[in-house]
């Protein structure tokens, strides 16, 4: 990361999601989601896909929901990031986590990622685990960097199954 990146990440402010943060949200998803998939999947799909996972009445959900929290990053009052963790029935999970991409590659993926480490482990959670689309080499990239390793045996399809310690239990 260039120092001048890194000084800049000091105006990187991550904190939890509120309503009024949903239509930029959407606008980082959307820039995110083409950025990432477009060699992935058909324009159409990704279109139907931000339709449903980010409308707004899903958003309104996800940010208010109880099992779950919404994290964003935000600079200069944009939001330039988000992640999405919980617990949805498979153990601790991270839900989702895109950075606009005009910020890639500026630490603020990193940076979300602490946070939602912190605070799985003030819920006392040894590790967690994440998808990851097997042909997003960036995003495979990405997890690899941060410490995830591949557990093979539990990919569902096309999505990579991630998962990382965050401390060793005793027994
Ligand atoms: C994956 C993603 C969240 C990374 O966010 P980011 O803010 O760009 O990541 P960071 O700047 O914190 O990078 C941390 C490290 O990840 C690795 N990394 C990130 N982007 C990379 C790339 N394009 N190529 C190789 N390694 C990469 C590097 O090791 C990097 O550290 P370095 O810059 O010091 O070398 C972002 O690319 C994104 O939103 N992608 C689309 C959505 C996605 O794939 N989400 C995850 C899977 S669902």
Redesign the pocket.
Known sequence: ?AERDAEALSDVRIRTARMDDITAIQAAASE??R???GHIFAPGFIAGFLNSAYSTSALRAAVAGRRSTFLVAETNGDIV?FAQFGERGRGPELF??????R???????????SHVEMQFLVLGAARYF????KD???????????GFAHVGERDTRDEWCMRKALWIPEN
């Open positions: 990361m995110s989601w950025a990432a998939y990031g989702r986590l895109y950075v606009h991409p910020h890639w590659r500026r630490g603020i993926g990193r940076r979300l990622l994440c998808t990851v689309h997003n080499v960036i995003g495979r990239n990405f997890y690899l960097s941060q």
